[in-house]
């Protein structure tokens, strides 16, 4: 059996995983900072991230996806400690991570990738000196550093003379391969990228997925890739995770969930993704209505107040995530036909009270 297939058929809480989040919550407090001055009460406090449990293996490719304000970039920061953890716990490399120590040496072997290829680069440093900066924060020795960062530079396709270039002197996909060469520079065995493709040409997103997905297999490092464009991350991740307010709705391997989505709010985002085919010029209609704010979440199933086939149960009952199948977990009291009936979730049908479409 090849790697690839043991990966897809492994459930989704793995003891062998290179990193495990289980009941993962962050908890944001609703108030001005004078508020907070002038109160010496304690403000309310809500969950942004609510019992998210998720793993990723040595090499494989996780998929974060949802619509923004989900809450993916929190979930990928608070993964690497960058904001205070509510509750659960965190795993790396087979230990538990829980004090500020153990997230400072997690982070030496993890990188992230910020969705601003160009603004999260400092204007007044050169690309020489941003390439090799992580190895100095680190106080790894570095006799050679130029050489060190034009290695850096051919490893993602850029020419040796990059090293002397300001962040502005680049276009966005030349800053997104710097993005890519600085994460790379410590040799992380995880990487997440926030959204990797954002504020890029459509040619240009390709050319960073496929440059992230050969040096993830050429360095054998795991990546995890926050997005809310099933389209580009289809073709490179192994899996998928779908996030819906703080909360996974949906998981499992990349083409299952594209052949046969279980959670309406997964089925909608892909049928309205664009098809490059002129001899189809529709496609499904988006998601409904706005998000709702985490600091009023709706009763029940948060996604009733957009879902097509939303029955009463859903308006009070809050659903369990529950595994269907080997590798899949999904969030919903109806969830859609395994074999690719969707139950009406175009077409716009409703459920009665009895779950039965209408």
Do not use: W
């Not at 099933?230 to 991740?237: E, G, P």
């Amino acid at each position: 059996m090849s790697s690839r297939a043991q990966i897809q058929t492994l459930p989704q809480s793995r003891d062998n995983a290179l990193l495990a989040v289980e009941d993962l919550s962050v908890t944001f407090s609703r108030g001005s900072l004078f508020s907070r001055l002038i109160n010496p009460l304690p403000l309310p406090s809500f969950n942004v991230v609510d019992g998210v449990t998720l793993s990723l293996a040595e090499g494989e490719t996780l998929g974060l996806v949802g619509e923004s304000g989900s809450g993916k970039t929190t979930l990928a920061r608070a993964i690497l400690g960058l904001m205070r953890l509510a509750a659960g716990r965190i795993a790396f490399a087979g230990s538990e991570v829980r004090t500020p120590a153990d997230f400072r040496a997690m982070r030496r072997r993890s990188a992230m990738m910020f969705q601003d290829p160009v603004g999260s680069l400092s204007p007044r440093l050169r690309i020489g000196t941003l390439l090799t900066e992580p190895a100095v924060i680190q106080g790894v020795p570095m006799p050679d550093r130029r050489a060190a960062a034009k290695a850096l530079l051919a490893l993602v396709g850029l020419p040796a003379a990059f090293v002397d270039r300001f962040p502005h002197e680049l276009s966005g996909g030349q800053a997104r391969r710097v993005g890519v060469a600085r994460a790379l520079a410590m040799k992380p065995r995880l990487l997440l990228a926030d959204e990797p493709t954002a504020g890029l040409d459509v040619s240009v997103q390709g050319d960073v997925l496929n440059l992230i997905g050969e040096l993830k297999r050429e360095l054998g490092f795991a990546a995890l890739i926050v997005t809310h464009n099933l389209a580009v991350i289809r073709h490179v991740s192994d899996r998928l995770a779908i996030m819906y307010l703080g909360r996974l709705v949906e998981t499992g391997p990349t083409r299952e969930v594209f052949a046969a989505p279980l959670h309406p709010y997964t089925a909608t985002l892909i049928r309205s993704e664009p098809v490059p085919d002129p001899r189809r010029r529709s496609f499904g209609p988006a998601v409904r209505g706005e998000i709702p704010s985490v600091f009023r979440r709706p009763s029940g199933c948060e996604f009733h107040t957009r879902c097509p086939i939303a029955a009463e149960r859903c308006r009070v009952d809050p659903p369990a995530y529950r595994a269907m199948g080997a590798g899949r977990m999904v969030r919903c009291h109806f969830p859609l036909s395994q074999g690719g009936q969707e139950l009406g979730v175009l077409s716009g049908t409703s459920r009665n009270e009895k779950g039965k479409s209408t």
